[in-house]
């Protein structure tokens, strides 16, 4: 059996599930890579850089993976193209195991499995055309075919007309760009982001996120990037997780886990992405009202386009919008409402009652007069 049809072979009966479990859970095969009870512990450290990781990444994808520095992002990262080889459980590409690939097996995955860099990794003595070229040299590509590949991957990354200059010439984007084109030379099927925008300003970094987008389309790549900047999750992944100390502590899609956020560690670095309240307010809250002409002020995350009349309304007494605006991501809605509930009929209990009729999340920030 060749490399590629190895890597290609249908699931066997080593995978812990029964072929009744695998058609119970859909998502199994639809996954692209698989993680199950990975763990991965380095010598001489007591900590785990990895434990108990299950999760599926599906076909054509663009997968998150964030966590606060420290959390094993780029250790789980490192485990798909073996770069990192695990200390316990296993990575499945296409649902055949890889960890026992010789060298060889290897080499054919890694060409499969393209990989952009935070500090772009160029030659600095080699123009655009050779460090794009390159990989395809040390395969043992034909000439002609290598010309070809390099001119279209340079016009799919907008740097046709850079084909001669040299990486110093280049700005951070324009160099992110080629380390991009250099990771698509062998026509890969995932393709890896370690910090990828995190060395670039806010606007080549939209600029580069667009072009990743367009490439997981036209290509239907299933792309996988780690992150501490939650603004790119927001603005280009459709699923994401959450690690903390080696260990999933959330994950799904990235609307509803930005939407409302289950676990501290989500909840701290969402925060910056979330507009602060204005100083007079923050300054004016009390833990408990001062008087009876007090107001509670309520904090709201609505998925979808909030319907503020109605919900006023529901909340019974004098309402005041005192912040708030709606974002789309990945195609939904999602409010945040800062108000003021004044004159209420109701205790503070039943009026969270309310809130939440119109809200995935609700939470009392405290008391003004």
């Not at 001489?44 to 076909?59: E, F, V, W, Y």
């Amino acid at each position: 059996m060749s490399q590629t049809s190895a890597l290609r072979a249908p699931v066997t009966s080593s995978l812990p599930l029964t072929a009744r479990e695998q058609a119970l859970r859909p998502e199994v095969n639809q996954a692209h890579v698989r993680f199950i009870g990975l763990g991965k512990t380095y010598p001489g450290q007591a900590q785990p850089a990895l434990q108990g990781i299950d999760l599926n990444i599906r076909h054509g994808e663009i997968f998150g993976i964030i966590g606060r520095s420290g959390a094993g992002k780029s250790s789980l990262l490192r485990t798909i193209n073996r770069l990192e080889q695990p200390s316990q459980g296993r990575v499945l590409i296409d649902q055949v195991d890889i960890a026992p690939f010789d060298e060889d097996q290897l080499v054919a995955l890694r060409r499969r499995i393209g990989m952009i860099f935070q500090h772009f990794n160029l030659m600095s003595a080699k123009t655009v055309w050779q460090n794009v070229e390159l990989p395809l040299k040390v395969a043992g590509v034909a000439k002609a075919e290598r010309q070809r590949k390099v001119r279209e991957l340079l016009e799919l990354v907008g740097l046709e007309e850079k084909h001669q200059v040299y990486p110093a010439q280049l700005s951070g984007g324009q160099k992110q760009r080629v380390g991009i084109a250099r990771a698509l030379v062998h026509d890969p099927e995932i393709l890896l982001c370690d910090e990828a925008t995190s060395a670039l300003d806010p606007e080549t970094t939209a600029s580069i996120l667009e072009l990743l987008r367009d490439i997981n389309q036209r290509l239907g790549l299933t792309i996988v990037l780690i992150t501490h900047e939650m603004a790119v999750i927001r603005d280009i992944c459709h699923r994401v997780v959450v690690l903390e100390r080696g260990a999933v502590v959330e994950q799904g899609e990235v609307w509803q886990v930005f939407g409302s956020p289950r676990h501290d560690v989500t909840r701290t670095l969402l925060a910056p992405l979330q507009a602060s309240l204005p100083a007079s307010l923050q300054a004016s809250l009390r833990a408990s009202p001062a008087s009876r002409d007090s107001a509670v002020v309520l904090k709201l995350t609505v998925l979808g386009e909030p319907e503020l009349s109605a919900l006023f309304n529901d909340l019974g007494g004098r309402v005041r919008l005192l912040q708030g605006g709606v974002e789309t991501i990945s195609e939904h809605a999602l409010g945040r409402l800062i108000l003021s509930v004044q004159h209420a009929p109701y205790d503070t209990h039943q009026l969270l009652e309310r809130a939440r009729r119109w809200a995935e999340d609700v939470e009392v920030l405290g008391h003004v007069v």
